[in-house]
Nanobody
Framework: QVQLVESGGEYVQAGGSLRLSCTASGRTLSSYAMAWFRQAPGKEREFVAGFHWPSVNTYYASSVKGRFTISRDNAKNTVYLQMNSLKPEDTAVYYC???????????WGQGTQVTVSS
C-alpha cells in the first residue's frame, strides 16, 4: 500500500513563501502524474497543480497560477510545491497524490497544514 507523506506546512504571513514536499513509500513518483490538492475548512478538496505525465509540463488552478510552482527531484523521489505571494485564501490542508484518469490514484495521506495570516 502506498503511503503518501506531505510536509512543510507552516503558519506564515500574507505575502510569504513556503515549499511543501511530498514523498511516497514503495513508488517512484516520476512514474506517475503527480499533483497537489488542497482542502480549506468547510470546502471540498480541490486541484492545485500537477504534471502532464509523462512530460515535465505542468498545469495549475487559475487561483494559484503565477504564484505556485510544482517540481520534482527524481533522485530524492520527492515532489515539491513552491508557494509564493501567499494569501489568506491559500489557507488549507495540502495533499499530494497521483492522478489516473483525472482521479486520485491512491489513498490520501495526512496532508500538511498551511495557514496564511492577513
Amino acid at each position: 500500500q502506498v503511503q503518501l507523506v506531505e510536509s512543510g506546512g507552516e503558519y506564515v504571513q500574507a505575502g510569504g513563501s513556503l515549499r511543501l514536499s511530498c514523498t511516497a513509500s514503495g513508488r517512484t513518483l516520476s512514474s506517475y502524474a503527480m499533483a497537489w490538492f488542497r482542502q480549506a475548512p468547510g470546502k471540498e478538496r480541490e486541484f492545485v497543480a500537477g504534471f502532464h505525465w509523462p512530460s515535465v509540463n505542468t498545469y495549475y488552478a487559475s487561483s494559484v497560477k503565477g504564484r505556485f510552482t510544482i517540481s520534482r527531484d527524481n533522485a530524492k523521489n520527492t515532489v515539491y510545491l513552491q508557494m509564493n505571494s501567499l494569501k489568506p485564501e491559500d489557507t488549507a490542508v495540502y495533499y499530494c497524490n497521483a492522478l489516473q484518469n483525472m482521479q486520485p490514484r491512491w489513498a490520501w495521506g495526512q496532508g500538511t497544514q498551511v495557514t496564511v495570516s492577513s
